[in-house]
């Protein structure tokens, strides 16, 4: 081995690799995640990370996005997933039979974007996806059940959010009362991003479409419509009596019914006709909640209602609602702006420091702490001293020490590290006595 | 989309992918393992799944197993993991100046092999690992520290196992003072595959390697020897003085007095010489797990001591010890035979049928159940008696029904669907009935 010329260990860029104590905190939110989800009663799925690409790239006619990890193996064409949201297309599809609906499933896990890496951007990210699909229909009170469960999700989170609702239909109607039916995508696009190119550039877009100047007021001034939900709602609802329009309206309104009977504080959340969700599948309901002290985190979970989730692999009708949480991205702006909860360098809460030949005994104590603490002897061969300053600059909460003659006494030396406290007690006292510190 | 050719949904062959309700047992199987690594004090690393092929192949210099997922994005070669070793190398070797040693951590995640599908073999698979590594020396008690954990872990599991236990320097050693110490490696290639091959074949095979006949038997002898650790070790310990033989003797008698004074209970370890684990790499105590009542299993938990964790990418010394456990083959393993734990058809507690225009109020009676129970509204388009065959299908314990009586008298018909009992009582104590219900 030492012949030989070393490699330089590095990763992949736009890979995120947590810390392992970082690593504790990021497990921590996706364990309450899934606890929220699980609760809610949505059950767990997981697909493989490799598709075939034929199953994958359907909505594009099989051409490969510059941001796909695709790659062949043998004779076979493989993708890396993108989202969670195709392979749940792809296992309803062929489980159609078996499965019973609404089919509520949650997944959490890695998707991958070769997209150029920046900062905030990750190449792997964690998603962590709820949907509820139904076989045929789907009634406008799942939306509310998936609203909720956002509401839920952050709550368990300890992150105050603010969930902007509207319903595509909307707009769908809108343009269509006003004679655009025909434009109406691309007209969604330009209002979709008035937030980042501005007004001017929105109108003199639309203008390009062929949308006349007082039209393009009308749009931009419903897009840019927001604030409390029922309010709003009655302030809109006038506008035009288009029909997909005021089918928006009344789903708006049974949604809103619904989130007060599920007493989802109404603080939580606004009507935004703005929040488009550029992608074309969605088809009722859209959501987009930010953090209101943190407008510049932008979207931190998103979804909506689509009226067909598997059309490119069967001809049976699904409906869906879900909702998705990017938790690497919400992960790492937290952790930019020192939101993350307290994270410690290390979780073991007590350490055993041997003393002489006592390394038998430490592990006979190690055996009957571990019953109930994080527990772990600290074998090094290295001076007292210096393991005692490791485990303070590793912030262990306690350490016992056990030489020969506590070893004879049965008494132990246990340092509360915090208090500087030193007590010779038997180990059924230490355990006591960690114990209720640690507030067990 | 209707015009469109629909394009049959499937998953690419040799990945798992499980029922939801299978799903959560296996989910429920890694929190297991997760929370019996994290309680010893190992924290959690989550390396990318993709690396730079350079740093993966490093050990083949560069050529590529025709096992391993490996694809150009750009200019960049990239491989999928095909374990958790060689990240967990390279993380070591590029962040060893920030970590503290001994750096003990786990990872639970997927790794990668395209090898020929078969029963059994996956292609994607998760793996959980727990691992020691110390910088420049780890003492002898992080091994016994390993083996307690796979204890520990399939405790957790409830799974019976007896871990059977080797050094590697007993047969490096008796080959040397056999005189064949050009030729250990091929050796232990042979002698490794005893089971496999049978004894007739691994006699020849030695004697091409040059192997006396005395030999091949003395060789194959020492292999077979199995059984009670402490009494085997002491039946072997005299047979040669070899210092390589003296040391594997010595590190694991030190092995045995730990997992002792650790409480390991005595069956469910062995000393067998015959585990030898092919890898190179390991230098020292290796283990093999395997499952009494299903010897046919195979190992469900290996690992073992190396000497050198990253030699590739580093020249600091790293020795280590660590476990491994490939969770998706001994799931299937147990599933196809019938040993799972009990996983009904939903995780729902609670449903709630609306009769008639009920949904608001259900939804707050959702919301109040939520709390404490998996509520869910049953508000599908259906009749009252389908629905309750449905529930009944799905083994929900509890169904509460809501029509307009029970909303105006608010005491809400509660269904026992073990017993059949039905109840008339108002929601606290609908709540009481159920939590005592479910045992909780």
Avoid: W
């Amino acid at each position: 081995m030492t012949e030989q010329k070393l490699i330089k260990p590095r990763k992949l860029s736009g890979f995120m690799e947590l810390a392992p104590n970082k690593q504790l905190v990021f497990d921590d939110m996706v364990a309450k995640i899934r606890a929220a989800y699980q609760q809610s009663g949505f059950l767990p799925l997981d697909t493989p990370v490799l598709e075939l690409s034929e199953i994958l790239l359907a909505k594009s006619g099989g051409s490969i996005d510059k941001e796909v990890y695709a790659f062949k193996k043998g004779d076979t064409d493989i993708c890396m997933r993108y989202d969670l949201t195709v392979p749940l297309a792809r296992y309803v599809a062929m489980n159609c039979e078996q499965l019973s609906f609404p089919f509520k499933r949650y997944q959490i896990g890695k998707v991958y974007r070769g997209e150029r890496a920046q900062k905030g951007r990750f190449r792997e990210f964690v998603q962590c996806d709820a949907d509820i699909v139904g076989l045929g229909e789907l009634p406008i009170v799942a939306d509310a059940e998936c609203l909720y469960l956002v509401n839920k999700v952050f709550k368990a989170l300890n992150i105050e959010i603010i969930n902007r609702i509207s319903n595509r239909n909307i707009l769908f109607g809108f343009c269509e009362a006003l004679g655009y039916a025909a434009q109406t995508s691309d007209i969604l696009v330009v209002l979709d991003k008035i937030g980042k190119i501005g007004k001017e550039n929105a109108i003199s877009e639309l203008r390009e479409l062929g949308v006349s100047e007082g039209d393009c007021d009308k749009l931009i001034g419903i897009t840019l419509t927001a604030g409390e939900f029922d309010s709003t709602l009655e302030k809109i609802q006038a506008y035009t009596d288009n029909e997909l329009y005021q089918k928006g309206i009344s789903e708006l309104r049974e949604v809103g019914q619904y989130l007060k009977a599920l007493g989802v504080d109404q603080k939580g959340y606004t009507l935004d006709i703005g929040i488009i969700r550029g992608q074309n599948y969605y088809t009722g309901t859209v959501f987009e909640a930010i953090i209101p002290s943190h407008p510049e985190f932008g979207t931190v979970c998103g979804g909506g209602r689509y009226d067909n989730l598997a059309g490119y692999y069967t001809d049976k009708k699904l409906p869906g609602v879900g909702l998705s949480i990017g938790l690497t991205r919400l992960f790492d702006l937290l952790d930019q702006n020192g939101m993350l909860p307290e994270h410690k360098p290390t979780n073991i809460q007590l350490q055993i420091l041997p003393l002489g030949d006592t390394l038998t005994e430490c592990l006979e104590l190690q055996a009957y702490f571990l019953n109930s603490v994080v527990t772990e002897v600290n074998y090094e061969n290295r001076s007292f001293k210096a393991k005692l300053k490791e485990a303070n600059k590793k912030e262990i909460p306690f350490v016992l020490v056990v030489g020969e003659d506590e070893v004879k006494s049965k008494k132990y030396s246990l340092k509360n590290m915090a208090t500087g406290e030193n007590s010779q007690l038997s180990r059924e006292d230490c355990l006591k006595n960690i114990l209720s510190s640690l507030g067990n």
